[in-house]
Every structure is written in structure tokens, then in C-alpha cells.
């Protein structure tokens, strides 16, 4: 497998002993030479000052990144200054989203949806970005139905978005069958798999039940089993994911998208798995 068809996410730390742990998992994680970095952008904009730094952090270890752009909250006119300093950054990706909502937010800014913030980039920066949008293969968790969702997936990509990169499953035909599903409405850009590592049990049902991604029945009763014993849920979500990986990238993935949660040892050990 090509390094150049991965890419690893990390979430811009809030303390300045967070951002020296990013600075030690981000120089393993490099070793791997993946095609990018991006760099998340908290609800409703509250980390957009962390975001910048940790990019630019990135693209001066000679990197390249891509920052994540939200549009809850934001207004034409900061979402335009926004673009402004990325472009002033010579940065030329961007993982463009709705974002969540804070607790207790409505939905403010000038823009409801990704496509809305899709349109607008396009507009005021013309080819300047490669600009990823998020996919759900197994559905918005506030979609209506997958039709809809699949629908508001077409616009994004209509709206002017180069490729897409989904939330994470465990489930290789869901994303099959969303690919062919968007394929079929028209869609013909890179749809890049979602990854996220299996390193904590909790943790993960706790992810899971926040965003809608499915984890299957026998794997949710197999990681139950384990109870505290870390070592081995690791050796076993070490399992199950690449095995799935593989065969993704068997079945014409364009490439896998790491969620990485700033820690390096997951990332590599699946890599190294499948090179």
C-alpha cells in the first residue's frame, strides 16, 4: 500500500503539556509519511486559535495539512478572514463540515449546511483548497432517512467538494454499499474510509453512541469479555480493524483516513501491518 493514500486526524490540544505529548505522537506518526495531517475544529468554533497553531505547527515540520472548517456559528464575514490566514499560511486543504453543536446552542451563523459552506469557499477562493467533505456510511445520526442523507451528500460534493472522507464503521459493506449508492447518483470523486483504532472499550462505545456508528454485535460481546484487560482488547481491535482495512483497500478504497485520538501506537501498529 502507498503511503500517499492515508492520512492521519489529531485534535488541537487545549493544555501546553497536551501540545508537547502531540509533538512526540505527531514525530512517530510521521515516520509513516502519510499524504496529510488534519486538525479538528471544536463545536461551535472553540478551538479555532488551536487549530491554526497546531496546522502551522505542521506544515513548518515540512508536513502538509489540513485544518478542519465548521460553520456553526460562523459568518461570512469570519469564515472569510478565516480563509484569508490559511491562505496567508500557504495552506491548501481543508476538511470542510457542519460541525456540532454546542449543549444548549442553536443553530446561529449564517450557514446550516456543509454544502452552504462548501459553495461559499468555492466562491471566494476559487481552486485555492482541496476541499474534503464528511460522508456517513451508515447515516447522519439526525438524517431522516439514508436516501436523505444521501442526498445531502451529493450536494456537498455538487457544491464543489474534491473528495470525502467518512465518519468511522466497522462494518466494510456499509461502506461499499454507500460508494456504489453515491456512485450511482452521479458522485465520482474519492470517497476515503474512516479508521478508527479499537484501543479502549469505554471509550469507544461512548464515541459510538454520540456520532451513530454501529459496532457490531459479536465484537461489542467480545470486547465485554475482556473486561479490564487492556492488552487484550488492544491485540483484538488490532485484529478486527486491520483485517478490515485490508480488505477495503482489497475492495478499491482510495485510501483510509486515521482517527488517531493523538496517540501513535494504534495508528502504527495497523500500518505496519498492512505495508
Not at 1 to 10: C, D, G, K, Q, T
Not at 52 to 76: M, N, Q, W, Y
Not at 191 to 213: H, K, W
Request: glycine share 8%.
Amino acid at each position: 500500500m502507498n503511503p500517499h493514500n492515508f492520512s492521519i486526524e489529531f485534535f488541537p490540544p487545549k493544555t501546553e503539556e497536551g501540545t508537547e505529548k502531540l509533538r512526540v505522537t505527531r514525530a512517530k506518526l510521521a515516520e509513516l509519511n502519510p499524504k496529510y495531517f488534519s486538525v479538528t475544529f471544536g463545536a461551535g468554533g472553540t478551538t479555532q486559535q488551536g487549530t491554526l497553531d497546531t496546522v502551522v505547527e505542521i506544515r513548518k515540520e515540512g508536513f502538509d495539512a489540513a485544518p478542519h472548517l465548521s460553520c456553526v456559528g460562523g459568518t461570512r464575514d469570519s469564515i472569510r478572514q478565516i480563509l484569508q490566514t490559511y491562505k496567508d499560511h500557504n495552506i491548501h486543504r481543508l476538511v470542510a463540515l457542519r460541525g456540532d453543536l454546542p449543549s444548549g446552542y442553536g443553530m446561529g451563523g449564517e450557514f446550516r449546511y456543509a454544502n452552504e459552506l462548501v459553495e461559499f469557499i468555492r466562491s471566494e477562493t476559487g481552486d485555492w483548497f482541496q476541499i474534503e467533505v464528511a460522508a456517513y456510511p451508515e447515516m447522519h445520526p439526525q438524517a431522516k432517512s439514508p436516501q436523505d442523507d444521501l442526498q445531502n451528500f451529493v450536494r456537498k460534493i455538487q457544491a464543489g467538494a474534491n473528495a470525502a472522507i467518512t465518519q468511522y464503521f466497522y462494518n466494510a459493506d456499509a461502506y461499499f454499499q454507500f460508494v456504489e449508492n453515491a456512485q450511482k447518483a452521479g458522485v465520482n470523486v474519492p470517497i476515503v474510509a474512516g479508521i478508527m483504532p479499537i484501543t479502549n472499550s469505554s471509550q469507544l462505545m461512548r464515541f459510538s453512541e454520540m456520532c451513530g456508528a454501529e459496532i457490531p454485535r459479536w465484537v461489542r460481546l467480545k470486547l465485554a469479555s475482556y473486561g479490564d484487560d487492556s492488552a487484550s482488547i488492544k491485540a483484538f481491535g488490532l485484529d478486527v480493524v486491520t483485517q478490515m482495512c485490508e480488505r477495503l483497500l482489497a475492495g478499491g478504497a482510495p485510501g483510509l483516513h486515521f482517527y488517531s485520538l493523538n496517540q501513535a501506537a494504534a495508528t502504527t501498529a495497523i500500518w505496519n501491518r498492512l505495508v
